[in-house]
């Protein structure tokens, strides 16, 4: 695999609990961070995944993806009030402390998508588009005003997910 730094021009790192992930991120030159109470599940320490985020931006480090595993094992459950929690979670400990860090910081971009669509009633992964939103700087809002799985076919959208890699960092 070409090295992400050697395709994008900028570092990266991984914080997550998910080996493979893990391994993913090894192959293409990324640091990967480890992250104490980073469980893969729904227990995971979101606040400390946020944090790691943050610290790591501070250092020489470009480029952060901040892997949280509890959405797509509560709709494998399919507990919809597990994937309600985790999804605020994810909002208020990790998604908004880093935005906040980011405006900070002057210019930035901020991708949030999952993976891939895990729905509560099949409780298993899907094929399909996954929603994913863009903040910051150069980015001109679009007229979705909703953030999910069915919605996500009718916005922008990749037939090659790598292909948003691109979308994100040079808009």
């Not at 893990?22 to 980073?38: D, N, P, S, Y």
């Not at 227990?43 to 949280?68: P, S």
């Not at 991708?111 to 899907?126: G, N, Q, W």
Request: glycine share 10%; aromatic share 8%; proline share 4%.
């Amino acid at each position: 695999m070409t090295p992400f730094q050697e395709r994008y021009g900028v570092s990266g790192a991984v914080i997550t609990a998910v080996d493979l992930l893990r391994g993913i991120g090894r192959l293409i030159g990324w640091e990967i961070v480890e992250v104490e109470g980073a469980t893969g599940y729904l227990d995971t320490d979101y606040a400390a995944k946020g944090r790691a985020a943050i610290e790591t931006l501070q250092g020489d480090t470009d480029f952060v993806v901040v892997h949280v595993e509890a959405t797509d094992e509560a709709s494998h459950e399919g507990d919809c009030d597990a994937k309600l929690e985790a999804l605020q979670r994810i909002d208020t400990d990790i998604v908004a402390p880093l935005h906040d860090y980011l405006k900070s910081q002057g210019e930035y971009r901020l991708l949030i998508s999952p993976d891939h669509p895990t729905f509560l009633r099949t409780k298993t992964h899907s094929h399909g588009y996954v929603p994913f939103a863009i903040a910051g700087t150069g980015i001109t809002p679009d007229e979705n005003e909703t953030y999910d799985e069915i919605r996500a076919e009718y916005g922008e959208t990749f037939k090659e997910g790598h292909l948003l890699m691109n979308r994100f960092l040079k808009g």
